[in-house]
T-cell receptor
Framework: AQSVSQHNHHVILSEAASLELGCNYSYGGTVNLFWYVQYPGQHLQLLLKYFSGDPLVKGIKGFEAEFIKSKFSFNLRKPSVQWSDTAEYFCAVTPGGYQKVTFGIGTKLQVIP | DTAVSQTPKYLVTQMGNDKSIKCEQNLGHDTMYWYKQDSKKFLKIMFSYNNKELIINETVPNRFSPKSPDKAHLNLHINSLELGDSAVYFC?????????????????FGPGTRLTVL
């Protein structure tokens, strides 16, 4: 069964700092990869997704992620965070051809003004 | 228009009661899901239906029974509620297929139902 690891459980940054959240998955075949954001008390919103093609994916709100197949990784980045980015971030994976999505445990990002 | 909607948004009830949560999607998707998010924010799939047929059934107590009257609706009924059932329950629907040789599966989530069992 596939699994998703998010190594940073709680990240605290000052505004304007750069962000990188790690995500690794364990599945050898083709995958669909996602990052979702959950603001406090809100539902999950899709930040970005990767299905195929350019491994550098641009999402909403200035986020991007890079798929590195050899490392089974899909790390999320943002060059300069804002206080409004304070939220929980979830990496998710779907093996190609399957409908079951597996989520990582989430990373809580706290941005200090 | 809301794409995936759930009712109620909040549900507070006593142990032992039976309750239902409703979900509707207007995206025309064939597949719908129920997820449970516990107090530590861990999201875990519970069920999935494709065109009213159950296709994913994770290890969930049989007190939980999903029902899909049509492909736009997936309801969750919970019997004999327990304290440990307190969580946020998210409904989702997905579009999936193959395009240019690439398989895709994208899920759209509802706003969640916060269930509190006292």
């Amino acid at each position: 069964a596939q699994s998703v690891s998010q190594h940073n459980h709680h990240v605290i940054l000052s505004e304007a700092a750069s962000l990188e959240l790690g995500c690794n998955y364990s599945y050898g075949g083709t995958v669909n990869l996602f990052w979702y954001v959950q603001y406090p008390g809100q539902h999950l919103q899709l930040l970005l997704k990767y299905f195929s093609g350019d491994p550098l994916v641009k999402g909403i709100k200035g986020f991007e992620a890079e798929f590195i197949k050899s490392k089974f990784s899909f790390n999320l980045r943002k060059p300069s965070v804002q206080w409004s980015d304070t939220a929980e971030y979830f990496c998710a994976v779907t093996p190609g051809g399957y409908q079951k999505v597996t989520f990582g445990i989430g990373t809580k990002l706290q941005v200090i003004p | 228009d809301t794409a995936v909607s759930q009712t109620p948004k909040y549900l507070v009830t006593q142990m032992g009661n039976d309750k239902s949560i409703k979900c509707e999607q207007n995206l025309g998707h064939d597949t719908m899901y129920w997820y449970k998010q516990d107090s530590k924010k861990f999201l875990k799939i519970m069920f999935s239906y494709n065109n009213k047929e159950l296709i994913i059934n994770e290890t969930v107590p049989n007190r939980f029974s999903p029902k899909s009257p049509d492909k736009a609706h997936l309801n969750l009924h919970i019997n004999s509620l327990e304290l440990g059932d307190s969580a946020v329950y998210f409904c989702a629907s997905s579009t999936h297929g193959t395009s240019g040789g690439t398989y895709y599966n994208e899920q759209f989530f509802g706003p969640g139902t916060r269930l509190t069992v006292l």
